[in-house]
Structures are given as C-alpha cells and as structure tokens.
C-alpha cells in the first residue's frame, strides 16, 4: 500500500495519476478537502481508499494504522508562502512531517517527503542540495522555514540518510488552478490573456535584471513527480535533492511561450511590485541537478516551451484535469 498525504493537491494528485499510469492503484489518498474544489483532481484517479489528514496522523500516533504500507510520500503542506499564522505552518508542515518520518523510519516503511527551493532564500548562497549547508539558509518567508526546519531535524536525528526530501522549484502545470494566489504564473497568466489579451509582470527593482528578466526555474509537474517517484524505485538513495529544470528562465520567456501556445501576439505590461514583496522578492533560482542526476536520474526534462505547449492545448483550453 502507498499513502500519498496531500493527495488531492497539485502534485500529490499528479503524483496518484502516475502511480496510476505505472498500474498501481493501491493507494490510500490523505487530504483536507475543505471548501475548495481540489476534489476535481481525484475524479477519474483510481485508489483504495480517502482518510483525511487528521485521522491518519491520529492512526500514525496511537499506531492502529489499519494497512500494510510500503511507503508514504508526503505532499501534505499548506504551501502559501504570504501564510502569516507561524504556529499553525510549525504544526502541519514541521511537526505533523516529523511525526510521519519518525514512524516510517520506526517501522522500516520508505518516506519520501515535500521540501522546498523556498529554503534556499535569497539564492545568495547558491541551490545546491548539500546537506552540509543546510545551517546556513536563511528562508524569506515562514512556508520556507517551516520546511527548512524539518530539512535540519532530519538532519540532527540522523535520518536524512533514510528517508528523501525533494526541493521542489517553480512547478506548474495541470491540477493547481484550486490553490488561489499560489497558483503558478502559467495558470495566472492563462487567464489574463483569455480575459484581456495581456499579461501583467512585476517590474524589476534590481539593476542587473530588465523587467521581466528575472529568472526562475520552471519545472513542468510531469517532470516533478518522476523525479519525486525515482525515489520510490530506488529505497536506498536518501537525502534532500532538487527537483527543477535545472537551467532558470525569464518571465519573459514564460509568457512569449504561453502567447504562442494560445496563438495570440505577444503584449506585456510590467507593473509595480508589491511593497509587502520587495524584501522578499528572488530575482533568480535555478536548481543544480548534480546531486539527483549523479543518484542515477537520467530523464530527459521538458523544456519551459514544450511543458507550456502541452499544459495548454491538452489541459487549460480543455478544462482538464489530470486523470480526467
């Protein structure tokens, strides 16, 4: 049995799709549906069983987990990266993963869990995914701390080296439009054209980038969740690794590919960045692939304009979903 925790969620259902793809259907989906529409990204996803989030850790603590798991991959997170509530992102995204790990690493089941590129900060220290440095990243914001504080847990209860941590980068693709502003610009952008025939950009406070040139690293959810499933093939590669495209992007690039994915000419406006953002803003990050692809990782990843390609002709413009 596989638990995939956040199973309803952007990646975590992309996650059951290919699961679903590989002819495993012998899942158990855990979630807090809540009031949005992410139950769409189960429909047509074939799996066991649904437990909500609560119960399952409940299950987990008293250890009346009723299955013979093999392993949970962990996606459960409240990902909001402007999340002001510091007490409840420690308690879902540090201490309920803690817990999770604690007893996968107790009962020798495999665990794979969600980190972030939010923990590396400003990227002034660079994206390498070297354990021995992880005391030196200092997050932005209290989403990226509170994955960078179980990255360093892990590390100083020496289980780092049995479990996995994925850092993931700028994911987009099909089954994200529930998360709000968390959204990928893809999926923004989308819209914006299909309602105004323009994309908005921040403008660029930082001299070394023009607007619109500031670069991030797109990777393509598909591309996210074989890197995220290569450790499920392989129990015995551990540690925290990148998942990215690993060659970073303008914004510019993002929004030409995604006016020529929808056939309509290129018109960008560039507006003011946020006060609230201008401390926190990253003007580049691009995840470094060594690490992952030295462990044996050897896909090729979809390109920025072929993953736009494919996300819109075969899912914004269908109103798709994965599984659907």
């Not at 995914?129 to 005391?135: A, F, G, I, N, T």
């Not at 780092?160 to 610009?185: C, L, Q, T, W």
């Not at 290129?266 to 507006?271: D, K, L």
């Amino acid at each position: 049995m596989i638990v995939v925790t956040g199973g309803a969620g952007f990646i975590g259902s992309a996650i059951v799709w290919k699961l679903n793809q590989l002819g495993k259907t012998n899942i158990i989906v855990v979630d807090e549906l809540g009031k949005n529409e992410k139950w769409k990204n189960l429909v047509g996803l074939k799996y066991r069983d649904f437990v909500n989030k609560l119960e399952f850790i409940e299950q987990v603590l008293d250890d009346v987990v009723p299955y013979n798991i093999e392993a949970i991959i962990h996606m459960g997170a409240n990902s909001s990266t402007t999340e002001k509530d510091a007490d409840h992102l420690l308690d879902n995204n540090f201490h309920y993963t803690k817990e999770l790990s604690k007893y996968c690493v107790e009962k020798n089941i495999r665990f794979i869990y969600a980190s972030s590129a939010a923990t590396y900060g400003d990227g002034s220290l660079g994206f390498d995914d070297d354990e021995s440095k992880l005391e030196l990243l200092r997050p932005l914001n209290m989403y990226g701390y509170s994955k960078h504080l179980f990255d360093l847990w892990a590390k100083t209860n020496h289980i780092s080296d049995r479990i996995a941590g994925i850092k993931y980068f700028n994911v987009y693709g099909p089954n994200e439009y529930h998360k709000g502003d968390m959204r990928s610009v893809v999926h923004k952008a989308f819209e914006q054209i299909r309602d105004t025939g323009k994309v908005r950009l921040f403008k660029s406070l930082n001299p070394k980038y023009k607007d619109g040139e500031q670069m991030r690293d797109f990777v393509y959810v598909k591309d996210a969740v074989d890197m995220t499933l290569y450790f499920l093939d392989n129990p015995n590669i551990n540690g925290i690794f990148n998942a990215g495209a690993g060659k970073a992007r303008t914004w510019n690039d993002l929004v030409t590919a995604l006016f020529n994915a929808v056939g309509k000419p290129v018109n960008i406006e560039y507006i003011d960045l946020p006060a609230q953002l201008k401390e926190k803003y990253q003007y580049f990050t691009e995840a470094n692939l060594i690490k992952i692809k030295d462990a044996g990782y050897n896909q090729t990843i979809t390109s920025l304009e072929d993953g736009i390609y494919d996300y819109v002709k075969n899912y914004l413009l269908r109103n798709m979903y994965l599984g659907s």
